[in-house]
């Protein structure tokens, strides 16, 4: 077991709003950086799998599924991994993620940092088989953020409450990729629950994308998570890694000499939301965060939003965790 710090979990959720103003959309579009869950914390920010990590953890020990010498196994690229080796370690569990060769480095070393160990599998595929069999040598939980209830049901508490009472009820669209599906599972559901709000989910366009954390649903041999509920979104839509990319450096580039207004703090104050917005003086989103954007273009191009209209889209997490892609690299 690693010897760690430990982290203060009330650093989850209540995470900021900012307004985006963007030259293609006639609305008002609201951005809520998920990198300000754990922001303080150990190691630094989090990212938007903060808020499942927990959920799924505090369900495990509810139902039975963990104790002490528990070993938690999940396959994860990235964020998820890193959210679980930092919770389920601070909390005294031994943590094993399993990715594929192509993850980011970066997410890779901070799950070790965070006393987590990685396995890596050669492909997306193998990287599930190969978690499942390490569950079964060892008896080990896996939270599967695929098909855990505790996943949406995070979002559906917390996030979608957040974001009806930081636009005052007003908003009318949200809008995010799926990746797990939970983030616009479940927010979807919250805002249905208190009023006429439009959900658009996406996904990337190509098998092969860039667009780190969302999964490509589409043919014989891809599937739907199991939380993923497409049934309840009013529209999904395909983004190309080129126009995600675009967007991500466009938002850096209309923002190099001022910041964004910030529409309310959450938990902290306006200093603190400052003082972690930019990355050496950038104000660097992921992939993402800027496919989330170039979904919102393409409502505002297709004519479906109205310049009363209240958008609000996920930012994930920044864009320094992925400087070892060349692709993003050259766009940023």
């Not at 601070?90 to 160990?117: H, L």
């Not at 989330?292 to 889209?313: H, K, M, N, Q």
Request: aromatic share 6%.
């Amino acid at each position: 077991m690693a010897d760690v710090p430990p982290i203060d979990e009330s650093h989850i959720g209540e995470t900021p709003l900012f307004e985006i103003d963007h030259p293609e959309v006639p609305c008002a579009v609201y951005a809520k950086p998920e990198w300000y869950n754990l922001h303080a914390q150990p190691y630094g920010g989090g990212s938007v799998k903060s808020r499942i990590a927990r959920s799924m953890l505090d369900a495990a020990v509810t139902d039975g599924d963990l104790e002490d010498d528990t070993l938690v196994v999940e396959p994860s690229s990235g964020n998820t991994g890193t959210a679980l080796a930092r919770l389920g370690v601070a909390r005294g569990y031994d943590v094993e993620i399993v990715m594929p060769d192509e993850a980011p480095m970066e997410k890779a070393e901070a799950i070790r940092t965070a006393g987590g160990a990685v396995t890596y599998a050669p492909d997306y595929e193998a990287m599930l088989e190969l978690a499942d069999t390490r569950v079964d040598e060892v008896n080990a939980y896996m939270p599967n953020q695929y098909a855990n209830p505790a996943n949406p049901g995070v979002h559906e508490r917390t996030t979608g409450p957040e974001i009806r009472a930081q636009t005052d009820g007003r908003v009318t669209h949200f809008v995010a990729g799926a990746g797990s599906g939970g983030t616009v599972t479940g927010v979807g559901r919250a805002l249905r629950d208190r009023g006429d709000v439009t959900i658009v989910g996406f996904e990337p366009a190509e098998p092969r994308h860039g667009i780190d954390g969302l999964k490509y649903m589409h043919g014989s041999r891809y599937h739907e998570p199991e939380i993923y509920a497409p049934d309840e979104l009013d529209d999904e839509l395909s983004i190309t890694t080129a126009d995600a990319y675009y967007e991500a450096r466009q938002l850096r580039e209309r923002y190099a000499d001022r910041d964004p207004a910030i529409h309310d703090v959450g938990q902290y104050d306006a200093a603190l939301v400052r003082e972690h917005l930019r990355v050496d003086g950038e104000l660097l989103v992921g992939a993402s965060s800027g496919s989330a954007l170039a979904a919102v273009v393409r409502l505002a191009e297709r004519g479906d939003l109205d310049p009363d209209d209240v958008v609000v889209v996920p930012f994930p997490d920044r864009g320094d965790r992925y400087g070892h892609i060349p692709l993003w690299d050259d766009y940023l």
